[in-house]
Antibody
Framework: QVQLVQSGAEVKKPGASVKVSCKTSDYTFSNYGITWVRQAPGQGLEWMGWISAYNGDTKYAQKFQGRVTMTTDTSTSTAYMELRSLRSDDTAVYYC????????????WGQGTLVTVSS | DIVMTQSPDSLAVSLGERATINCKSSQSVLYSSNNKNFLAWYQQKPGQPPKVLIYWASTRESGVPDRFSGSGSGTDFSLTISSLQAEDVAVYYCQQYYSTPYTFGQGTKLEIK
């Protein structure tokens, strides 16, 4: 059964960076991409970007350009999302999700990682 | 950016009754070369990640009960639950994957009347 298992909750100070991992299993990692979506407390869903696990191509939302880096490690079938220069409004649950390619829906999701930014 | 607007924001329906959620995109999400609408519907229950119900506007994901159906094309779409069950209480989101940034509607909270 396809699974995406994310790293645990993080508490960071403003200005710091966070790196969230998303370990996948039971499918051919390089045949799909990984999307990152975040959800602020009590709010809706926000697409952050996508990375191809085949060749590392990325598409980032303009809002996060320059602050986010998405990477993959095909040897461990794991995707990573690093967000820098954290602000209080980056406090959110961050989800990874699988998609066949960039223009596709998200069929399997990780459980989410709460990132809290607080001084 | 394509803006996705759902209506209503919240909805209360009696068990066994029909529930319909609407979604309007600020521009067409129909790709003419393959005649597909790049529109998905997700269900999110408290404390859980979203779950895809419908993709390509009307294709039901494997394992999703057939009381869930999607319709529409171009800029106007609907998600219908034909006979509401208690386990359908959730927030529902539409999402376009036609062009980046892939945007979601604001969500519709579905409750039991």
């Amino acid at each position: 059964q396809v699974q995406l298992v994310q790293s645990g909750a993080e508490v960071k100070k403003p200005g710091a960076s966070v790196k969230v991992s998303c370990k996948t299993s039971d499918y051919t990692f390089s045949n799909y991409g990984i999307t990152w979506v975040r959800q602020a407390p009590g709010q809706g869903l926000e697409w952050m970007g996508w990375i191809s696990a085949y060749n590392g191509d990325t598409k980032y939302a303009q809002k996060f350009q320059g602050r986010v880096t998405m990477t993959t490690d095909t040897s461990t079938s794991t995707a990573y999302m690093e967000l820098r220069s954290l602000r209080s409004d980056d406090t959110a649950v961050y989800y990874c999700a699988r998609s066949a390619h960039s223009g596709d829906y998200f069929d399997y999701w990780g459980q989410g990682t709460l990132v809290t930014v607080s001084s | 950016d394509i803006v996705m607007t759902q209506s209503p924001d919240s909805l209360a329906v009696s068990l066994g009754e029909r529930a319909t959620i609407n979604c309007k995109s600020s521009q067409s999400v129909l790709y003419s070369s393959n005649n597909k609408n790049f529109l998905a519907w997700y269900q999110q229950k408290p404390g859980q990640p979203p779950k895809v119900l419908i993709y390509w506007a009307s294709t039901r994901e494997s394992g999703v009960p057939d009381r869930f159906s999607g319709s529409g094309s171009g800029t106007d779409f609907s998600l219908t639950i034909s006979s509401l069950q208690a386990e359908d209480v959730a927030v529902y989101y539409c999402q376009q994957y036609y062009s980046t940034p892939y945007t979601f509607g604001q969500g519709t909270k579905l409750e039991i009347k």
